[in-house]
């Protein structure tokens, strides 16, 4: 649910494949594009995650980075990678500073 409804501007009607979405607002569009990717690859026997989330706030948004942080060290774990390395970083910022210091 979002706490404002956009609605589709009506300078689309000049271009008539966007019809379509002229009646809706954009979380409509936003619900619809998300649904039909889940149909799409569920019809491809691709797995499909789907997140619910019934209010956008500070909140909602701090959990779903919470989620997503645990779930990138959880995957990291299962493919035998280490999620907190970051080979390069360091590399690359020596690299960065060489290269604007030597130009």
Same mark, same amino acid.
């Given at each position: @649910?979002?706490?404002? +409804? ?5 300078? $689309? &009607? %000049? #271009? ?25 690859? @569920?019809?491809?026997? +691709? ?5 619910? $989330? &019934? %209010? #956008? ?47």
């Amino acid at each position: @649910k979002f706490n404002q +409804k956009i609605k589709v501007p009506n300078s $689309i &009607k %000049n #271009i008539p494949s966007l019809n379509y979405a002229l009646k809706h607002d954009f979380s409509d569009l936003i619900h619809s594009a998300a649904q039909g990717t889940a149909i799409a690859l @569920k019809d491809k026997n +691709k797995p499909v995650g789907i997140i619910n $989330i &019934k %209010n #956008i706030n500070e909140n909602s948004l701090g959990e779903l980075i919470m989620f997503l942080q645990i779930a990138t060290a959880v995957a990291g774990n299962l493919y035998c990678i280490n999620p907190f390395n970051q080979p390069g970083v360091e590399d690359s910022k020596n690299r960065v500073k060489e290269l604007l210091t030597n130009n």
